[in-house]
């Protein structure tokens, strides 16, 4: 973006700079991420000017204070109403959210920290409360309001609100970002244009675009909306409010009693992706008022297939109890509905591990992630001795919380199979290989090029590292791989390595800009000997790293090592396949869907990451209707405390905290439910001084405190030695390993190639239209050929629908789709209805449709496709050649005669390779389906 051409946007970029205290970097990488998240919010800013946006945004507050405030309003009587609203420094209290400043000042009049205010002082009240006739009204109060219930809670609720409408700075702020984003993401559709390359986020907004203008539904929407008789969405749940509207967009046109239907799958229970923009809320609403105009009628499956009676049982009450009381669309509160178990109880004598906790087992490791793992491991162990074939899954919240788990199940003998678990970022071969291509590009990354003498490919020692790059040394270890002083100081065993690596590298170097990136660093990854220096296993990854690597610089989207962490995103280790049936581990996301006999869920104590900030915090809460009430703010600096404790920015935290709060319970219920016989509840969580446990609220654990917090069993049995990790060994080439020597290569014989297309253009002198009938006539005569049955006139004719669908996919214009179906049924009526016709596509023996054929003629390599081709009762191998030539007028036998001589020489090379399927004698010929006429050509040999 070009700020200093453009003075508004000069002025908002420097107004964000000074918000994070111009540090260009962190802007930079925070719009950058923003792009990448576009999806969020590119609908707010670019459907509203920034007024606009902001004006919505004090909209929704209103709305928000508003609906807090009628709730306590209700609470409490108007008589005491008036005598709060006397008190000094409160005013009146109603409904409007003007009057929220009073209802905060009697918050914080009559509460504490602790709870309803016992102690009255005016140092504590502030000024007007020096009186004691204004103490004791103010004592009298907060009696009759300690005694209503829920009002603490309501109060509390809205002390930290912020104002009904927006700052100014907040108001400059969110209108510059606006412009600032809007540019952004026009600068991004630019680039889309120029590379021909679009995201997720371009498709699925472009689509919104097209079916929907100025909030109305386009006639591409209406039309495409029309056409479309029935529409089924899975996963209903995890609809977000984008895919939302798409759906109503199709469905305007819908009609009730027009044969239109609409079925929608979904469990409420089992929205688990807001970080995607799922909005359970609004399956709550279809539920209750539809789709758009269309009405739902919901049905409501209670029986469960899948768990054991015990495990459905313990699944309802424990649920019952940590799940919402009821649906809020606001915070996304979803209640539980309970289950009816389908399947017979199992006999427990033939159910290894089965518990007393209705098939469900709770164990905590107090201040012993190492000792659960250990645990977890032999408990997997013991089940899998039970019954090799037994389904295991070990599931967890973030993938970081497996690794301790892996660790033990391998050191218990058992190869887990990880899905999605490592990323290939993290796997040893594929960070010794961005470290050597960051070394090659980069003489002066010093901390690469003493990866790159480590890894395993040369594996020198710690003593030959010192010797070679000391604190504050100004020679470049390249440039120290070529000083003979520092080799002799290296250890001798290590000399022959550096030497081998020098002369690999030196080559490498040499090479960098003539070849492909990942030809060239696989080419000298290979000559470093690193194949035979890692694994065998290890190598699939490396194949991974390089087709990533292969296929971004193909599409020209590689500019070096910086690239290295968006190449490596989202790309993950191939599995260890291990025999039988191995212990999977995955994430509960990733599981969702599945389910397992024996499921282990350990670290329920840990807390997943919060991620990075964003330039912009929002929160779209639905209503009650097809709007939302959207709050918005420019976040502050990383590290500005104060500033994200402002009340907006608070509020909108808050809102985002209690809305995860449920999504995570849902989380814990999604994994509870993968399992079929047995369930494994574990934690490690931390005790307080007194021995006490109180999980950290943003833990599974904390889901399940409520209703299972006397369940748990301790274990305190000290952790066995065996888990003790094996010390690092340094894994390196041979001292004296070279490359093995290969086999000669044969001698191959370079054959020219033909140097025109060997086909005629059959259409070369008409349109595309021509061109697709020949391609369609010459499919459905292949296809009756493979059949064996011929097709008569009644069933061509009845195929007219069959025959423009495929016309209208290969492009034909709509204008030009009639007669080119006439066309087609004439051509395939006219074949079946001739005797030749028939001969040709009966039965026959060695028979081929669209035969291809690679071989030699007149010295030259030649590719061809046979349209038909078969050996004849009499022992003659017949090659013939479909031609949809139209004849119109006379001189029938001369435009014969013309096709004739233009396609002699293309079947003459048919004929040729032809005649390599075998010794019998070839005969081929052109046959014209519209005109019902065979002609044999005679081929020279």
Known sequence: MDGESDAQLATDIELLFERFDNNWNLVERLLAQMLKQRGHWLRFVVEHEAQVLCDRINASLADIIRTRLEATHRLVPRALLRSAAALPGVGALDTDPQHLAAWQRLGSLALTERGWRQTLSARHLGAGYEEPAARAALRDCIAHLSGIADLEAALRELLPLPPAALSAADTQAIAALSRVLARAAAELQLQFAASGLVDYAYISGAAREALSAASEPTELALRTGLSLRHILVDEFQDTSLAQFQLL????????????????VVGDPMQSIYRFRDAEVGLFIAARERGVGNVPLTPLRLTRNFRATP????????????????????????V?????????????PAGVPGAQSQGGARLVLFPDDRRGEAQRVAAEIVRLKAEDPQADVAVLVAVRAHAHAIVSALKAGGLEPLGVDLVPLAERPIVRDLVQLSSALHDLADRSAWLAVLRAPWCGVRLATLTALSGPKEPQLIWEALFDSARLARCLPEDRPRLQRLRDVLAGALERRDSEPPADWLEATWVRLGAPDAYRRQDLEDAHGFFSALAARSAVFEWRGPADFPALLADLYSTPRVAPGKPVQIMTIHRAKGLEFEHVFIPGLERVPDSGDSALLEWIDLPRGGDESDLLMVVAPATDDKRARREPLSALIRTLQKTRSAHERTRLMYVAATRARQTLHLSAAP???KDGSISPDPRSLLACLWPALADSFQTDTAPASASGEPAPLLLRRLVPHWSPPELPAAPQLVHLPLARAALEVQEFSWVGETQRHIGTIVHAWLARAADSGEPLTAGEIEAQRETLEGELRRQGVPAAERPEAVGVIVAALQRTFADERGRWILARHRDAHSELPLTGLSEGRLRSVVIDRCFVDESGTRWVIDYKTSRHEGGGLQAFLDQEMQRYAAQLTVYAALARALGPEPVRVALYFPLLGVMREITASR
């Open 310 to 333: 015990a495990l459905v049982s313990w699944s309802n009450a424990v649920f019952a109890q940590v799940l919402a009381p009821a649906d809020d669309l606001r915070s996304g509160a």
């Open 686 to 688: 931390d005790t307080r």
């Open 248 to 263: 109503e967009k199709l469905t305007a046109g819908w009609e009730e009693g027009d044969g239109r239907t609409l079925f």
């Open 335 to 347: 209640t539980f509905a309970a289950s009816v178990a389908a399947r017979a109880p199992p006999d």
